[in-house]
């Protein structure tokens, strides 16, 4: 699988690119700001993309709008985004302009390849993956109906499909069977309104509701 890596820092930037080459990725390029982002995608036309959110110029939130222009012009481009700080409102600009294929990490989840590899994989494949830091600051700023008609443990769950977790990850994780996270599920579905449809978009518009972009 064809990989571009953005990140201003050098030594990170080697640190991933070692990281990702040791599962069989095929990082076609590693660069340094957001125009050359955008260029290695144009020429290479990866699978995915990793990227840091605040690259030169201007170290704002060059990444963010690289990763949005990327998603418009090469939808079936994954991108995971990955930040020094919680900053989720670029979490949610990111989701709000496709909900397939995209993550953001703190940079600290990087540290732990294991978990890093796993949720890249997962966006490369088609998911989502947002870091239980970001989430859990949402959880705290988000009292508003309609989440505020969900119980506890169906917030949990929410929580849990929101970091892009399968109904299967949610059990274990929470240490109940997988037909109670499918009841809950149902349950967060009727609750937020959201009608029947194909499970896979109700879980979208579910997380979308609880990232308040949908």
Do not use: C
Not at 1 to 22: H, N, P, Q, T, Y
Not at 109 to 131: I, K, M
Not at 185 to 210: C, G, Q, W, Y
């Amino acid at each position: 699988m064809r990989a571009v890596i953005a990140e201003d820092s050098v030594l990170l930037r080697v640190g991933l690119v070692k990281v990702l080459e040791a599962v069989d990725f095929e990082v076609v390029a590693a660069v340094g700001d957001a125009e050359e982002l955008l260029a290695a995608v144009e020429d290479h036309r990866p699978q995915v993309v990793v990227a840091d959110v605040r690259m030169p110029p201007g170290f704002s939130d060059e990444g963010v709008k690289a990763a949005m222009v990327i998603r418009r012009q090469w939808p079936d481009t994954a991108v995971l985004l990955l930040s020094q700080f919680v900053e989720e409102r670029y979490a949610a600009d990111l989701l709000a302009t496709n909900t397939r294929g995209v993550g953001y990490l703190l940079k600290q989840r990087v540290a732990n390849v294991d978990d890093f590899l796993e949720a890249l994989q997962r966006v490369a494949a088609g998911g989502t993956a947002l870091d239980p830091e970001v989430v859990a600051q949402l959880l705290l700023r988000r009292h508003r109906d309609p989440l505020e008609k969900l119980t506890p443990r169906e917030r949990d769950v929410l929580a849990l499909m929101a970091e892009g977790r399968s109904n299967a990850a949610i059990a274990g994780s929470l240490v109940v069977s997988d037909s109670a996270v499918a009841k809950h599920i149902n349950s967060i579905f009727t609750k937020l309104d959201l009608p029947p449809a194909e499970d896979s978009h109700r879980r979208v518009m579910a997380v979308l509701r609880f990232l308040e972009v949908g």
